[in-house]
């Protein structure tokens, strides 16, 4: 999961190109390990978008992808991990 945050901290660095590269999904998906999840969570969904969950130390982070074209990261947010599932409407287990 470091290399989620290196690759995000590379992405954003203005210091290695003129004009950083968006993060993609066809990046994220071979660098990112990852779970697909079925609806993105109400706060994140919208027409055209899919979204994607890391697990990574207590937080539960969501990444939001346009449906189109070279599918960009349009949004993110992490969660408390105890929210899981709250997050993904499973019923806590006994």
């Known amino acids: ?16 190109a003129d004009d950083p590269l968006p993060l ?4 994220f998906e071979a660098a990112i390990p990852h ?5 993105c969570p109400p706060e ?12 990574y130390m207590d937080a539960f982070h969501i990444f939001v992808f346009q ?7 349009v949004d993110f947010l992490s ?6 599932h709250t997050l993904l409407k499973t019923p806590i287990p006994d």
């Open 1 to 16: 999961m470091k290399r989620l945050f290196v690759l995000l901290s590379l992405l954003a660095s203005p210091v290695l």
């Open 24 to 27: 993609t999904y066809d990046l």
């Open 35 to 39: 779970t697909d999840i079925a609806e």
């Open 44 to 55: 994140l969904a919208a027409p055209d978008r899919f979204c994607r969950a890391t697990l």
């Open 67 to 73: 449906d189109e074209g070279d599918q960009p990261m």
């Open 79 to 84: 969660y408390d991990a105890s929210k899981i």
